[in-house]
């Protein structure tokens, strides 16, 4: 058998075995796609892009009764971005639309991640946490409150959190390694 023929035929037991697996447990993948609407779609795609490291593929339109039918909207479309962490199938996506409703979204002031009920922020886990500092400085953006910080006592130290808010305000937490300035004060 050669090495080509034992990795495809070790490529499909995986692919199987993942598939019963997740057949079994009911969730065919094992990542979640997260919708978010903005206020400014622009803005959020250069930040989700420009600062954090998404990359956008191919989205897609919702149109005709069905938004509405199923919830979704008041009978607006949806043209929706899809911004992706990875290459592979399971990445995950950030699902970004601005809904040109007849009843505009409301705008809601969230200081602190307890503030408001519901999904209060994501986290993005990066290999070079000054990578996005600078790219959010380059922006014009700051670090939220007094981040980055070192991750508490009892988690790893050698990583930690910069807290960054997008454009409509929402929470986005860039956990990975510590940046130059917080190995400097260790």
């Given amino acids: 058998m050669t090495f080509k023929l034992i990795l495809k035929s070790a490529n499909f037991i995986f692919c199987f075995f993942g598939f019963t697996l997740a057949a079994q447990t009911n969730f065919p993948k094992q990542t979640i796609d997260l919708g978010l609407v903005v206020s400014d779609?622009?803005?959020?795609?250069?930040f989700y892009k420009e600062v954090v490291g998404f990359r956008e593929i191919e989205g897609f339109e919702v149109k005709g009764s069905f938004p509405q039918a199923v919830g979704?909207?008041?009978?607006?479309?949806?043209?929706?971005?899809?911004?992706?962490?990875?290459?592979?199938?399971?990445a995950t996506k950030l699902k970004v639309m601005k809904v040109n409703s007849k009843k505009e979204?409301?705008?809601?002031?969230q200081p602190f991640i307890h503030t408001i009920t519901g999904f209060s922020y994501i986290t993005v886990f990066v290999n070079d946490v000054?990578?996005?500092?600078?790219?959010?400085?380059k922006k014009g953006l700051k670090p939220y409150a007094k981040s980055p910080q070192i991750l508490?006592?009892?988690?790893?130290?050698?990583?930690?959190?910069?807290?960054?808010?997008d454009p409509d305000?929402?929470?986005v937490e860039i956990v990975g390694p510590n940046t130059k300035l917080?190995?400097?004060q260790e």
Avoid: H, W
């Fill in 130 to 137: 000054d990578k996005i500092l600078d790219n959010a400085q």
């Fill in 105 to 109: 979204a409301k705008e809601i002031s």
């Fill in 72 to 90: 979704l909207t008041d009978g607006a479309q949806l043209t929706i971005k899809v911004l992706v962490l990875g290459d592979n199938e399971t």
């Fill in 152 to 165: 508490p006592q009892g988690f790893p130290q050698d990583l930690c959190l910069l807290m960054l808010k």
């Fill in 182 to 184: 917080l190995r400097v």
């Fill in 169 to 171: 305000g929402n929470f």
């Fill in 41 to 46: 779609l622009n803005q959020s795609l250069d």
